[in-house]
């Protein structure tokens, strides 16, 4: 089983800091593409948590990039599994946003459509 640590935990405040100041990161939504359309994260790419191997390299082409993963909520493993696959294929900064879409619109913050 591969080692949990590779992939560390960004939390809101963080994260909308990261974003609002227009720094080096690609944030990922590891949802289907229907639940990106509905809305996502400012400037977020979506890659479907099935989907890692293929589009990867096409949408993150910097592995040493700082990549920032989320799905739907605690609960949704999607962004555990998407992260961790990104992280075995060689990406060095990969963090995960647990709280995801749930946490980040009850924190009163905009998504995209």
Same mark, same amino acid.
């Given at each position: 089983m591969p080692e949990k640590s590779a992939v560390r935990s960004i939390e809101r405040e963080e994260l909308q800091a990261k974003i609002e100041q227009g720094d080096n990161i690609v944030?990922?939504? /590891?949802?289907?593409?229907?639940?990106?359309?509905?809305?996502?994260?400012?400037?977020?790419?979506?890659?479907?948590?099935?989907?890692?191997?293929?589009? /990867? /390299?096409?949408?993150?082409?910097?592995?040493?990039v700082e990549v920032v993963v989320y799905c739907a909520n605690l609960e949704c493993q999607n962004s555990v599994a998407a992260s961790q696959r990104l992280a075995e294929l060689g990406y060095s900064a990969v963090r995960e946003y647990e709280g995801g879409k749930k946490d980040w619109i009850e924190g009163g913050l905009p998504v995209e459509k």
């Amino acid at each position: 089983m591969p080692e949990k640590s590779a992939v560390r935990s960004i939390e809101r405040e963080e994260l909308q800091a990261k974003i609002e100041q227009g720094d080096n990161i690609v944030v990922v939504e /590891a949802l289907p593409p229907n639940y990106y359309d509905e809305g996502h994260l400012p400037g977020a790419l979506n890659m479907p948590h099935d989907q890692v191997d293929e589009l /990867a /390299a096409r949408l993150i082409p910097d592995k040493d990039v700082e990549v920032v993963v989320y799905c739907a909520n605690l609960e949704c493993q999607n962004s555990v599994a998407a992260s961790q696959r990104l992280a075995e294929l060689g990406y060095s900064a990969v963090r995960e946003y647990e709280g995801g879409k749930k946490d980040w619109i009850e924190g009163g913050l905009p998504v995209e459509k």
